[in-house]
């Protein structure tokens, strides 16, 4: 898919000269940056669903005791203390 965007011209003297310093285009440095944005976007967006599904108690929560007892993991780091 083509996309057209607009850049401030400062962004664009840097995507300029990384470009030119490194032999790549200009694409790949924009998509490289849109595919990390989008994947930090996206891990932020879904903890954030399940955080308001956790407060408004649509999402069950589990705290380490359950979650260690349900392993039966509750016994191997303290039974050497």
Not at 3 to 19: F, H, I, M, S
Not at 41 to 66: F, H, M, P, W
Request: aromatic share 6%; net charge negative; glycine share 4%.
């Amino acid at each position: 898919m083509a996309l057209t965007v607009r850049l401030p011209d400062e962004l664009q003297q840097r995507l300029d000269y990384l470009a030119i310093q490194t032999g790549r285009a200009k694409s790949y440095y924009v998509k490289e940056a849109l595919e990390s944005y989008l994947e930090d976007l996206e891990d932020l967006l879904l903890a954030n669903a399940v955080l308001e599904r956790a407060r408004s108690g649509k999402e069950k929560t589990y705290s380490l005791e359950e979650i260690e007892n349900e392993l039966n993991l509750d016994n191997i780091n303290r039974g050497n203390s």
